[in-house]
């Protein structure tokens, strides 16, 4: 497995409020920027690789 994009390339994630609680809710990242029109991204965490893939019929499923 090849990496999707270099280990040196970074994302910058907007901050949102949560108005009700006035807490920082989790950031979100449109699944089309991680894809950038490809099948799938693999994605490094804590030393371990993972992918993320798009179905045909839309959904997204993440495997070790």
């Known amino acids: 497995m090849s ?3 270099p ?3 970074t994302l910058s994630l907007p901050s949102r409020r949560n108005e009700h609680a006035g807490a920082t809710s989790p950031a979100a990242v449109d ?3 991680l894809l950038r029109g490809q099948k799938a991204v693999d994605i490094v965490h804590n030393g371990s690789t993972y992918r993320l893939q798009a179905t045909r019929l ?3 499923i993440l495997t070790k």
Request: no cysteine; glycine share 8%.
């Open 3 to 5: 990496p999707a994009q």
């Open 7 to 9: 280990a040196s390339a």
């Open 31 to 33: 699944s089309h920027e």
């Open 58 to 60: 839309g959904k997204l």
